[in-house]
């Protein structure tokens, strides 16, 4: 039976868990997860991890409290060894967001290239969201994009109740780091959160930074849940870790599909390639990191594309006309080039080469809600 995000609630309590897929009981509390328990034997580790961090995860209650507490205990990643990347939880009320706060406890996780993992237990800590709006009101608490949480306790002075099903259509959005949107101020300011509060989508952010690969197990993942639109940021991480050639590419599309197809015959499909990558445009990977500018370097040779090696480049014409060919029979597939959400005279907003920088991610955003009403992606 297909998972519906309103079945999800915080064992013990009348709080709705939105954009998580399964919830993990630990020694501190309760963790989301963005994707369900039974593939984690299929998870490799960097997956698994990713999954666990909140992108688009949301606290959902309804209330008349003018405050509310949450106890949490993070695990924020350290990828670069400069310190863990920031992470923050967003308050909105009827959707206007009322509420920041900086999460700054919990554990460090450190990953370096060629290391293994470090840990650094940290304590867990609770944060306070007061003066609230008066009167019964829904309230959604975003848990940060860039950390995995286990929830603790929740607490407000007045009671809560569980919210009304949404009624929004529902949106999946599957991709890589330019979809799971660290770089993001907050997260409601990914883009995928940008556009669904747009046009009044009920998301679930299915990306999973640098761990775009087209796992087979994710495709069935989203067969199985309801969807009103499916979106499929595809060629990101498989460029930049040179992790298939073009004879292996081709068929994992087509597979990633098929198995969609096999729970959504009807629904709408957009196939996205990448937004403008420099380094890999016309050079295949995989890429490194340049210790001396800090931006992504490509070591393929672009002389193997002939040979199908891939680049960013050619995985765009290689969705298109892949997309074009199956649309013949599937008119429900459609095709989308990211350079129309990220223009290819903005890579100056590529704040580290690769990554859209905050303001960016606000304009896909916006860009993204436009082209589905210019669309009508979301039509019947």
């Known amino acids: 039976m297909a998972l519906k995000s309103e079945d999800l609630i915080w064992p013990g309590t009348d709080v709705r868990i939105d954009g998580a897929l399964d919830v993990q009981l630990t020694h501190r509390g309760m963790r989301p997860l963005r994707l369900p328990i039974w593939v984690k034997p299929q998870l490799p580790f960097a997956l698994d991890l990713m999954a666990q961090a909140n992108a688009g995860v949301r606290l959902v209650l309804c209330t008349e409290a003018t405050s509310v507490e949450l106890t949490v205990h993070a695990t924020r990643v350290d990828i670069h060894g400069t310190g863990p990347v920031p992470a923050v939880v967003d308050v909105t009320v009827h959707g206007v967001r009322t509420h920041r706060h900086a999460v700054t406890g919990g554990d460090v996780l450190r990953i370096l290239p060629g290391k293994a993992p470090q840990f650094t237990a940290g304590n867990p800590e609770?944060?306070?969201?007061?003066?609230?709006?008066?009167?019964?009101?829904?309230?959604?608490?975003?848990?940060?994009?860039?950390?995995?949480?286990?929830?603790?306790?929740?607490?407000?002075?007045?009671p809560i109740s569980q919210p009304s099903a949404t009624d929004k259509p529902r949106w999946i959005h599957y991709g890589s780091s330019i979809s799971h949107c660290v770089e993001a101020e907050g997260p409601t300011k990914t883009w995928p959160s940008v556009a669904a509060a747009a046009?009044?989508?009920?998301?679930?952010?299915?990306?999973?930074?640098?761990?775009?690969?087209?796992?087979?197990c994710v495709a069935r993942v989203i067969r199985d849940l309801p969807a009103d639109l499916i979106t499929l940021e595809i060629g990101a991480n498989i460029v930049g870790q040179a992790a298939m050639r073009e004879r292996?590419?081709?068929?994992?599309?087509?597979?990633?599909?098929?198995?969609?197809?096999?729970?959504?015959?009807?629904?709408?499909?957009?196939?996205?390639?990448?937004?403008?990558?420099?380094?890999?445009?016309?050079?295949?990977?995989?890429?490194?990191i340049d210790v001396e500018t800090g931006r992504p370097h490509a070591l393929g040779d672009s002389k193997g594309v002939a040979q199908g090696a891939l680049t960013t480049g050619s995985v765009r014409k290689l969705l298109q006309h892949l997309t074009s060919e199956r649309a013949q029979t599937d008119h429900a597939l459609h095709y989308l080039d990211g350079r129309a959400l990220f223009h290819a005279d903005e890579v100056a907003d590529l704040h580290d080469g690769l990554h859209p920088n905050a303001t960016a991610y606000i304009r896909m955003g916006t860009r993204f809600a436009e082209l589905l009403a210019e669309h009508a992606w979301m039509a019947q």
């Open 248 to 288: 292996t590419f081709l068929p994992a599309v087509h597979g990633f599909l098929d198995a969609i197809r096999d729970g959504h015959p009807d629904t709408r499909i957009v196939v996205m390639s990448p937004i403008p990558s420099p380094a890999t445009e016309n050079q295949p990977g995989p890429t490194v």
């Open 126 to 158: 609770t944060l306070r969201f007061t003066q609230l709006p008066a009167g019964t009101k829904e309230v959604e608490i975003w848990l940060p994009q860039s950390a995995a949480c286990d929830l603790i306790s929740l607490t407000a002075n007045a």
């Open 199 to 216: 046009v009044g989508l009920h998301s679930t952010n299915l990306g999973f930074a640098g761990e775009a690969m087209l796992d087979p």
